[in-house]
């Protein structure tokens, strides 16, 4: 193996700049190179890459987003798109490739897989809801960036006392609101994983005004509903009025934490490790403090459950 591709696609998660690090310097270190493609699977389809050097990896371990841009690509998922991206990868004497992404991601490469390159795969999505890995590159850092915000909110609604709605990503699950929910003691989360019932958590929050516990915060998962629809229905309900923060795309954002760091370093030297062994079809993940091999099959035909220990000590800690 001589020549590898390289891509970030889907989401941007913190945590990608120090992965492409470790991608490049196992592939130098095994005399080979890295053919790195711009904006995803768009960049591979209209052969937009650069050769990556240790200047282009030199001081990015730091750096939130992807230097490589990220994007995302409806036409990937015909055929004709496909065919053209194994040309371009061997038009440029790739033997190989990383995708660095989501499902979505690992779907284009699946399509791809087998048809005379070999592809690896590594979890990027902040929302952790990918089978065969216990963290997905850039969660620790989202999670610190919504215990970060919550934590700022708080002081505002414990001096002003109030109850605050905040709205976190998390459209197929609810593991970053679930866990920053126990980091900051959160009074209730709103999950997808589990039906709510806003009339019991309104009783809930009157039972603490009565106790002269008169500050709440509420984390809400996109996926389960909008800060703006508990707060309507909390204020027809029960009379509690709320102030509404989204925290959108700030979680994505700023320096990877030291575990993402470590995280991306150790996925993406073992993706480089893999594909030199023959591996094709599989996301390389973490699994009880171990890296393991996943096909791409296995990812998808499981989903990956919050566990009900956890759910029940949000309910405990949140009375």
């Not at 030199?58 to 998922?77: H, N, P, W, Y």
């Not at 700030?250 to 030291?258: D, E, I, M, N, Y």
Request: hydrophobic share 40%.
């Amino acid at each position: 193996m001589k020549r590898i591709g390289l891509l970030t696609s889907g989401g941007d998660s913190p945590g990608m700049n120090p992965c492409i690090r470790a991608v490049a310097r196992e592939a130098y270190a095994r005399g080979i190179e890295v053919v790195a493609f711009r904006r995803g699977f768009a960049g591979l389809l209209d052969n937009d890459f650069m050769i990556l050097t240790a200047e282009h990896t030199s001081g990015i371990m730091q750096k939130g987003g992807t230097i490589l841009l990220t994007a995302r690509c409806e036409d990937f998922k015909y055929e004709e798109a496909q065919k053209e991206a194994i040309k371009n990868l061997f038009k440029n004497g790739c033997d190989g490739l990383i995708v660095i992404g989501g499902d979505g991601s690992f779907r284009g490469a699946q399509a791809i897989a087998g048809r005379g390159v070999d592809v690896i795969g590594i979890p990027g999505s902040i929302d952790n809801d990918i089978y065969g890995t216990d963290m997905s590159l850039g969660v620790d850092t989202a999670m610190n960036n919504i215990i970060e915000a919550v934590d700022k909110i708080k002081d505002t609604a414990s001096s002003h006392e109030r109850t605050f709605i905040i709205e976190t990503m998390g459209r197929g699950s609810g593991y970053l609101a679930l866990m920053s929910g126990i980091a900051t003691g959160a009074e209730a989360v709103i999950i997808p994983e589990v039906r709510y019932d806003l009339e019991k958590i309104a009783a809930r929050l009157k039972d603490r005004y009565r106790q002269g516990k008169v500050s709440n915060i509420i984390i809400v998962a996109e996926g389960a509903s909008t800060a703006y629809q508990v707060g309507r229905q909390l204020s027809r309900i029960a009379g509690i009025e709320s102030k509404i923060t989204v925290l959108g795309h700030l979680q994505r954002g700023g320096s990877p934490s030291a575990f993402d760091r470590t995280l991306a370093s150790r996925l993406g030297s073992a993706a480089v490790q893999k594909l030199t062994e023959g591996f094709s079809g599989c996301m390389v993940g973490l699994m009880k403090s171990e890296i393991k091999l996943s096909s791409f099959d296995t990812v998808f035909n499981n989903k990956k459950e919050l566990g009900p220990k956890l759910i029940e000590l949000a309910e405990l800690l949140g009375k």
